[in-house]
């Protein structure tokens, strides 16, 4: 087991951390005097591993891209009468279990596999996910004058409790460092569980821009472990809508009251655009052009049939009949959260076990069972863009002629709508969304 050193920081007690490589070697844990009180100490010193170079396959890809979709359309299928408004990441939540399921054994392992779509990866689960992560790390872009700002932000951390100091696993510690970057803390994280719900949650605060404020609602009467992934997306639309065109419109929301949205129009948007029998489909690019919003609008009259045939099958043929078009598109603005407690959806999805089960001595010796699922998602859209954050907390312990151009095609966006914003390339589905009212805050 590898023993992790510990110093004092005000009230908690911060551990070494394994952060995402850098090329130097880390200086040495300061040496802290521990009769010291009073004063803040210096935050704790860093040890990074070094980041394994991504290698999936596309076709390993491929699988990945299709286990994103088949998560978000499962668990949209248990939550769909929570809320007009269901907000996901299946990338955060994949890659959040996918930390935990490197340390899972017994009865747990399959069912985790199972609902979070591992079991066709299997071992390459970690390597594909890891890829997937730096291709969109590659995304991120400064700014210059011709083009906007982009910022494409995962990062992961795990918080242990002081009792689980000398016992965390190496080879667990090995697996989520080369292959997630994740930072280990380790402080006592039961002595005052109001501190400790304040640190995990400012952290995931500053990771996410404030768009996830609280992520961790409450913690079980003994906290183990908080494995985090937080994921912070801000982009600028290949092309901006004129916000001059923008007017008040009538949406009609999934329980069939009329409200009104502020209506953006783009009368010739050049973006790719699919239908079929009961559906349309537009693509909104991002100024990288590998980045874009699919928006997915059912038949007015026949949300319901949609819904019921809604799952991996018919959003990748979806995705399959895009050809390039110019729409004239309108589609509402907001700005949505999502906020979930998924304990019981995953359970109606087949996680029994690792609710149950001490099944995790991979991470840690005595390493208790999962408390609950904490999964927040926001996502606004203007004229300009898109700003999003999603985070995941396992938390562990008991309890486009010379002629006047002509749209292809017209998009109404005036009813209940779904999207899906992803990474072309990388196969990377981030966000998710059903949106039945957009004025919904």
């Known amino acids: 087991m590898l023993r992790l050193n510990w110093i004092t920081t005000g009230t908690l007690l911060l551990g070494l951390t394994a952060c995402p490589s850098t090329d130097e070697e880390s200086d040495p844990l300061p040496e802290q005097d521990p009769t010291t009180t009073g004063d803040p100490q210096p935050e704790p010193a860093e040890q990074c591993g070094e980041r394994s170079a991504p290698d999936a396959t596309p076709e390993e890809l491929g699988i990945n891209t299709r286990a994103d979709l088949e998560v978000a359309t499962a668990l949209l299928g248990e939550l769909s009468d929570e809320d007009d408004n269901v907000l996901l990441s299946p990338y955060s939540l994949r890659v959040a279990f996918g930390q935990v399921l490197a340390g899972t054994q017994g009865a747990s392992h399959p069912e985790i596999e199972a609902a979070l779509g591992f079991g066709e990866l299997g071992d390459r689960t970690h390597a594909v996910l890891n890829s997937v992560t730096q291709q969109l790390e590659t995304r991120n872009f400064a700014g210059t004058e011709e083009q906007p700002e982009l910022i494409v932000r995962p990062i992961n951390r795990s918080f242990f409790d002081v009792v689980y100091e000398s016992s965390v696993a190496d080879t667990w510690l090995e697996t989520v460092q080369s292959f997630y970057g994740t930072c280990i803390e380790v402080f006592d994280m039961n002595a005052d569980q109001a501190a400790t719900l304040d640190h995990v949650n400012g952290w995931v605060a500053d990771q996410t821009n404030d768009l996830i404020p609280s992520l961790v609602k409450s913690l079980p009467e003994v906290a183990a472990l908080i494995v985090v992934n937080a994921l912070y997306f801000k982009a600028s639309w290949a092309e901006a809508f004129e916000e001059s065109l923008t007017q008040d419109e009538t949406f009609t929301t999934r ?9 953006m129009h783009a009368p010739l948007h050049a973006g790719s655009y699919s239908e079929a029998e009961g559906w349309q ?15 997915i609008l059912p038949t007015a009259g026949t949300e319901a049939e949609f819904a019921a045939s809604l799952g991996a099958d018919a959003l990748e043929a979806v995705v399959d009949g895009l050809e390039p078009s110019t729409v004239d598109l309108r589609l509402p603005k907001f700005d949505l959260m999502s906020t979930w407690a998924l304990r019981p959806a995953l359970e109606s999805l087949g996680m029994q076990a690792p609710f149950e089960n001490e099944d995790f001595e991979g991470i840690a010796s005595g390493m208790m069972p999962i408390f609950q699922v904490f999964h927040d998602v926001a996502i606004a ?29 017209t998009v109404v966006v005036d009813h209940t709508f779904y999207l899906v914003i992803r990474d072309r390339e990388a196969g990377a589905v981030m966000f998710f969304a059903r949106v039945g009212d957009p004025t919904a805050s």
């Open 381 to 409: 859209i203007d004229e300009k863009g898109t700003e999003a954050a999603a985070a995941t907390a396992v938390v562990f312990g008991e309890d486009g002629t010379g002629e006047d151009p002509v749209a292809d095609a």
């Open 281 to 295: 489909a537009v693509s909104l690019p991002y100024s990288d052009g590998r980045l874009e919003m699919l928006v």
């Open 255 to 263: 329980a069939g009251e009329s409200v009104s949205v502020e209506m």
